[in-house]
């Protein structure tokens, strides 16, 4: 138990420290996008580009991890969030579109990595801890929520005469101090019995219904938050005119509403089950589009930025937790790079349009195309329930 919480306290902070780069990229990288990008329809494709990376490094980093283990995987993969700091400052320094580009597409690959925090905790705790586990790890994102933007903010005039520059240096740091902190992460390997454990076909693993159900409800939830996350600063400023300090306050909220749950969906979860809270996060995330379309005030952004947070936490949490009935020791890598690579190429999709889709069809339209996602997303979820209790009858 004392191994279990020393791993969720190391793997939280990384993930605080994750958190914290992405939140500060992602309400940093439009605003500098808007002055630099050849079109503004391509002022969300350095945020698109973190997913679209995402996607790509999802596969290969659970099977490095499968190979040489957590703890090497995941301070290999920090070296990523240090080379994006780096192009992102280059392209303020020369305002280069591109290179922010570049910057989100490393930052991306990153977080093919980050993105297993909460699976590695997951396999290393005991089940009755395993949920909690979970949630702790990605509540490590609250402070992430609160730093993120704010250190956007505080930064973009460190360096003079280069508005923003100074915001990406953030990002430099956050990737250093989280491989140090890997160092005290005690997850052991794979032993090669369990490496080369009974193993069934990926194919077969997917065809499952709690695989299906867990896949489709944490895709929907991370696609839609995504999509209209991406949209938010856009929508503020070209739409609504307000200040980017507004928007670092929307995203920032939006963020801590991400993760602040994470303290107690776990308990929730061990209480009620997997299949309520992620029905609860699905109406969550379909009531946040319901006051987008309201107005564009602030308050109208704050508030359904803050619900679509928490949706967002406790359907993709519920969701990995039921993910991880779904397969055995040694089938655990290729599950998890399936479940992953599924997510994120869904969201891949989402953000290279939804600039394009904000720019042409305006702000209402981008929170209408999550409905049908969000009814599909519940569809499943009702599937899998009446089978599940179909299966227990008989």
Not at 206 to 221: G, H, L, N, Y
Not at 309 to 327: D, E, H, I, R, V
Not at 351 to 356: H, V
Request: aromatic share 10%.
């Amino acid at each position: 138990m004392q191994s279990d919480h020393k791993n969720v306290l190391v793997l939280g902070t990384c993930q605080m420290l994750s958190g914290t780069g992405r939140g500060l990229f992602m309400v940093t990288s439009p605003a500098v996008a808007l002055g630099i990008a050849p079109h503004l329809a391509l002022a969300t494709l350095p945020s698109a580009l973190i997913v679209i990376g995402a996607a790509l490094a999802a596969m290969p980093a659970s099977l490095f991890m499968r190979r040489f283990g957590r703890k090497t995987g995941f301070i290999c993969g920090t070296s990523l969030a240090v080379a994006s700091g780096v192009s992102c400052t280059a392209a303020v320094l020369y305002e280069n579109f591109w290179l922010l580009a570049l910057g989100g597409f490393l930052y991306g690959l990153f977080a093919g990595f980050a993105q297993l925090y909460r699976f590695a905790v997951a396999d290393a705790a005991s089940e009755h801890f395993r949920a909690k586990a979970i949630s702790l790890v990605l509540a490590g994102g609250v402070f992430a929520g609160l730093a993120g933007p704010n250190l956007a903010n505080w930064g973009k005039e460190l360096l003079a005469n280069h508005l923003f520059a100074g915001s990406f240096l953030v990002m430099i740091g956050t990737g250093l101090l989280a491989a140090i902190i890997l160092l005290f992460l005690n997850i052991p390997n794979l032993t090669k019995a369990q490496r080369d454990g009974p193993q069934r076909p990926l194919r077969e693993i997917v065809r499952q219904p709690v695989f299906i159900a867990a896949a489709v409800s944490a895709t929907v939830a991370q696609s839609v938050m995504n999509f209209l996350m991406t949209a938010t600063p856009i929508a503020m400023i070209s739409h609504g005119g307000h200040s980017f300090g507004s928007v670092a306050i929307v995203i920032s909220s939006h963020t801590v509403a991400m993760y602040a749950p994470g303290f107690f969906t776990g308990s929730l979860i061990k209480r009620f089950g997997e299949i309520p809270m992620i029905t609860v996060g699905l109406l969550l995330e379909a009531l946040c589009i319901g006051i987008a379309l309201s107005g564009i005030a602030v308050f109208d952004f704050w508030l359904s930025m803050v619900l679509l947070g928490m949706g967002w936490n406790f359907t993709y949490t519920a969701a990995t937790s039921l993910m991880t009935t779904a397969y055995g020791p040694a089938e655990r890598a290729k599950t998890q790079g399936m479940m992953n690579q599924i997510i994120y190429t869904v969201v891949a999709i989402g953000s290279l349009s939804s600039g394009a889709f904000i720019h042409f069809f305006g702000w209402d339209w981008v929170n209408v195309a999550g409905i049908p996602l969000l009814g599909m997303a519940a569809a499943v979820t009702f599937w899998y329930a009446a089978s599940t209790r179909k299966a227990a009858q008989d």
